[in-house]
């Protein structure tokens, strides 16, 4: 697609400073538009209530449907609410999150039960069939939104079921005490937090900026982070996993690594592209005792350019490698060694700090 325009979000208070916990991120040459929302002063509190969707058996096409309760206002709590599903058969329309928040700051979902909903396919632009994300969560242009001791109904880890989050230009985004089959940023959130969760099959999707802190919880994706490739991969900040558990493709025999994403340097994404500039990972256990045979151990990096493989290769829009990693604890149940990546040329310049 032709993508997005340059957009940003963030706080001010009434004398026009601006909240340094929700930064301006980007620069812009020009400014063509520019809203201001007021903050609502007054917390409103929504309590309880049980839902059930009657799934749609529309065509499977992108058509989305918006049977929801949408959050357009700021400082707004949602506590013991309860959604469930019915009735999904072997095809419908997509879903644009039952919990829909938009354009606001300061809202807190908790102790709330979701579901995911049935993945469908459709023939996409190709000609050829792909499957459609599907959302019991949205989250679009919204700042401090935080998701507490939320749980969904179907198993985290059956991929008949979409991952239960999409988000986009976000900012200060949290899961806390969440069993949640994925967290995503599309479009880029600036500092993420996923902290005493379990997270199921599509695992921890995201591209921004600022600290991506990942701890205290278990990841049963391919990876504990993919750096979605559909923007680049980048995230320009600093990655931290702490105190984890990695149990790669729920225990599926796969050649695992901590951290994925592709980028050629082919592409303008229409935004210099980086890799976290700094990674910690601390104490983080990974459970590869189903691996495949002729396995190597784990890597830090899935192989993001197989291409790259010496000084040939030219980038011509140039993907900004990582700079530094420190490694303290990380063990593999199958004793294996972790790795730096089955691509060693294209990492060869990180500087990695060990210790026990």
Same mark, same amino acid.
């Given at each position: 697609?032709?993508?997005?325009?340059? /957009?940003?979000?963030?706080?001010?208070?009434?004398?026009?400073?601006?909240?340094?916990?929700?930064?301006?991120?980007?620069?812009?040459?020009?400014?063509?538009?520019?809203?201001?929302?007021?903050?609502?002063?007054?917390?409103?509190?929504? #309590?309880?209530?049980?839902?059930?969707?009657?799934?749609?058996?529309?065509?499977?096409?992108? /058509?989305?449907?918006?049977?929801?309760?949408?959050?357009?206002?700021?400082?707004?709590?949602?506590?013991? +609410? $309860?959604?469930?599903?019915? &009735? $999904?058969?072997?095809?419908?329309?997509?879903?644009? @999150?039952? +919990?829909?928040?938009?354009?606001? =700051?300061?809202?807190?979902?908790?102790?709330?039960?979701?579901?995911?909903?049935?993945?469908?396919?459709?023939?996409? =632009?190709? @000609?050829?069939?792909?499957?459609?994300?599907?959302?019991?969560?949205?989250?679009?242009?919204? +700042?401090?939104? !935080?998701?507490?001791?939320?749980?969904?109904?179907?198993?985290?880890?059956?991929? /008949?079921?979409?991952?239960?989050? @999409?988000?986009?230009?976000?900012?200060?985004?949290?899961?806390? !005490?969440?069993?949640?089959?994925?967290?995503?940023?599309?479009?880029?959130?600036?500092?993420?937090?996923?902290?005493?969760?379990?997270?199921?099959?599509? *695992?921890?999707?995201?591209?921004?900026?600022?600290?991506?802190?990942? $701890?205290?919880?278990?990841?049963? *994706?391919?990876?504990?982070?993919?750096?979605?490739?559909?923007?680049?991969?980048?995230?320009?900040?600093?990655?931290?996993?702490?105190?984890?558990?990695?149990?790669?493709?729920?225990?599926?025999?796969?050649?695992? !690594?901590?951290?994925? &994403?592709?980028?050629?340097?082919?592409?303008?994404?229409?935004?210099?592209?980086?890799?976290? $500039?700094?990674?910690?990972?601390?104490?983080?256990?990974?459970?590869?005792?189903?691996?495949?045979?002729?396995?190597?151990?784990?890597?830090?990096?899935?192989?993001?350019?197989?291409?790259?493989?010496?000084?040939?290769?030219?980038?011509?829009?140039?993907?900004?490698?990582? *700079?530094?990693?420190?490694?303290?604890?990380? #063990? #593999?149940? !199958? &004793?294996?060694?972790?790795? /730096?990546?089955?691509?060693?040329?294209?990492?060869?310049?990180?500087?990695?700090?060990?210790?026990?």
């Amino acid at each position: 697609n032709n993508g997005s325009s340059q /957009t940003d979000i963030f706080v001010t208070d009434k004398n026009g400073n601006v909240d340094m916990n929700s930064p301006i991120i980007w620069d812009f040459d020009q400014i063509t538009d520019i809203t201001a929302l007021p903050i609502d002063e007054t917390p409103l509190r929504i #309590t309880g209530g049980r839902f059930t969707t009657i799934a749609n058996k529309a065509e499977s096409k992108y /058509t989305y449907y918006a049977r929801n309760i949408a959050i357009r206002r700021s400082n707004v709590t949602v506590d013991g +609410l $309860e959604h469930r599903i019915t &009735g $999904e058969g072997e095809h419908g329309a997509p879903y644009g @999150g039952f +919990l829909n928040i938009g354009e606001c =700051a300061y809202v807190t979902i908790r102790n709330t039960v979701l579901t995911g909903h049935k993945t469908y396919s459709t023939i996409g =632009a190709a @000609g050829k069939p792909v499957t459609m994300g599907t959302y019991d969560l949205s989250v679009n242009r919204a +700042l401090n939104i !935080s998701f507490v001791n939320c749980r969904q109904t179907n198993d985290i880890n059956d991929n /008949t079921y979409w991952g239960i989050l @999409g988000s986009n230009f976000c900012k200060n985004l949290l899961y806390d !005490s969440c069993i949640l089959s994925r967290f995503d940023a599309h479009q880029g959130v600036a500092n993420a937090t996923i902290r005493n969760s379990s997270l199921g099959h599509m *695992g921890i999707n995201a591209i921004g900026t600022g600290l991506l802190l990942v $701890e205290n919880s278990t990841i049963r *994706g391919r990876s504990v982070v993919n750096l979605r490739s559909d923007y680049g991969s980048t995230w320009q900040g600093e990655l931290v996993i702490r105190n984890c558990v990695f149990v790669p493709a729920n225990g599926k025999p796969v050649n695992a !690594s901590i951290i994925s &994403g592709s980028n050629s340097g082919q592409h303008n994404f229409g935004y210099t592209c980086y890799m976290p $500039e700094k990674i910690t990972i601390e104490n983080l256990r990974i459970d590869d005792s189903n691996h495949p045979q002729k396995y190597q151990g784990p890597a830090i990096f899935g192989n993001f350019n197989p291409d790259m493989k010496d000084d040939t290769y030219k980038e011509t829009f140039p993907y900004v490698i990582t *700079g530094e990693i420190d490694l303290k604890n990380v #063990t #593999t149940v !199958s &004793g294996q060694p972790l790795r /730096t990546s089955d691509n060693e040329y294209m990492f060869r310049n990180v500087r990695l700090n060990t210790s026990r």
